[in-house]
């Protein structure tokens, strides 16, 4: 993959971000790196997908709705209720024409950093849980033991993590979006598989 010039997009980034989600990005950036190292992922793809996960965040809703449209990138009905999910697509778009990141791999880590989705990459699971339990992250619940569980097991993290947001969601149930939910029994299976095939051997 390219070597790219993370303290140059650094600096670039910081012009478009608010100073809370400038530290949050940084958070992310780390910890994505941290977590590569321990499970063997690309170090500069981590990196740079956790730099650049929020770029269109700070974006407001009506613009990013109107951006999306000029550049053709696909909303759904349910994007089009909930905008602010736009920031993931955005971000990848972002990352692609105004950073010069060509990865697919890096790209789709930025795109599904906030629904997350089944079979993920290890580098997509890398990011959604680094964006869960960056040090600057306080409200989740279990996040000691989510944050543990992220440096032993990716895919028993991705279920602790989901399992948790659902709950949160369930609150508004029409607020789930469906990558979520299949998200969720997916991890849920494996999770289950595994403990059978613990039991039975
Ligand atoms: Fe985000
Ligand atoms: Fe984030």
Redo the contacts with the bound molecule.
């Keep these: 993959m390219a070597d790219y010039d993370i303290a140059k997009m650094q600096k670039k980034l910081s012009k478009y971000l608010d100073e809370d989600r400038y530290n949050?990005t940084l958070g992310?950036m780390y910890t994505s790196a941290a977590l590569a190292m321990v499970h063997g992922c690309n170090l500069r793809a981590a990196q740079t997908a956790g730099l650049l996960?929020?770029s269109a965040?700070c974006i407001p809703n009506k613009k990013k709705l109107k951006m999306c449209s000029q550049h053709k990138i696909p909303v759904t009905d349910f994007e089009k209720s909930h905008p602010f999910l736009l920031h993931a697509k955005l971000g990848a778009y972002l990352a692609k024409e105004k950073y010069g990141v060509e990865d697919e791999e890096i790209l789709s880590a930025i795109t599904y950093?906030t629904t997350g989705k089944a079979a993920m990459s290890p580098l997509e699971k890398i990011v959604y849980i680094a964006?869960y339990i960056e040090p600057g992250r306080f409200k989740a619940p279990h996040l000691e033991n989510v944050r543990k569980l992220a440096f032993q097991d990716l895919d028993e993290c991705m279920y602790e993590i989901l399992k948790d947001t659902l709950v949160f969601l369930e609150e508004n149930p029409k607020d789930v979006d469906s990558a979520t939910k299949d998200a969720f029994v997916y991890y849920k299976d494996l999770h289950m598989e595994r403990q059978r095939s613990r039991l039975s051997s």
Excluded: A, E, I, R
């Design positions: 949050h992310v996960h929020d965040k950093h964006d």
